[in-house]
């Protein structure tokens, strides 16, 4: 039992430091040297936790994944409102990005070049899960509100992911300055206002 325990401590430790790396050295890449240095092991210690790097930034991105939807399923439980959905769903992202800036490499693929083909798929697949989300929120819509989108649903749907795209590309772009959630008081009310309609309108 403790042996077990303690791998999965050594396991979280290595995760911690990499996405501590990723947030600390913007632009660099990531070498299995440095980064057993950072958790204080060998590199041979490393790949008794991981086989390889990118299990090891898979393991970051499985992360990702779990915290987010299970977050956005705790939104669609808890409001009922179109509007109120999205900007709760856009919001929690922005937020987890800005809060975890390591992890925004891995969402923008900056980190990602030189990796394998699999590692770039699970971000796609992370995006067009979200976007996926926040088509099924806009057509719940009509049923539930009576409203619908201003434009076609797929349209609306992949315009709010590529913000979410662009706004986490910015941040990373200015090495963590242009926060995720800045303006967003100012341009919610905007983008708000051109997304659903009354449905005899």
């Excluded at 439980?77 to 999205?86: K, V």
């Excluded at 509100?145 to 349209?155: F, K, M, N």
């Excluded at 992949?158 to 100012?186: C, H, M």
Aim: hydrophobic residues 40%.
């Amino acid at each position: 039992m403790t042996d077990n325990a303690e791998k999965i401590s050594r396991r979280d430790q290595i995760l911690q430091a990499l996405a501590h790396m990723l947030e600390n050295n913007p632009g660099a890449r990531i070498t299995t040297a440095n980064l057993a240095k950072a958790v204080g092991v060998s590199e041979a210690a490393l790949y008794r936790h991981f086989p390889s790097k990118a299990k090891m930034f898979e393991g970051l991105i499985s992360f990702i994944e779990d915290t987010v939807f299970s977050r956005i399923n705790l939104i669609l439980q808890e409001i009922n409102n179109a509007d109120q959905r999205c900007e709760k769903t856009l919001m929690l992202v922005l937020t987890f990005a800005e809060k975890n800036p390591g992890m925004c490499r891995l969402l923008s693929g900056d980190a990602l070049a030189g990796e394998t083909e699999r590692l770039r798929h699970r971000i796609q697949q992370f995006f067009e899960r979200i976007e996926t989300q926040l088509k099924q929120i806009l057509r719940e819509a009509e049923m539930r509100e009576g409203l619908v989108p201003t434009q076609t649903i797929s349209a609306e749907a992949n315009l709010l992911t590529a913000l979410l795209e662009g706004r986490i590309r910015q941040y990373v772009r200015t090495e963590f300055s242009a926060k995720p959630t800045q303006y967003w008081d100012e341009q919610w009310p905007l983008i708000k206002a051109n997304l659903l309609r009354e449905k005899n309108l």
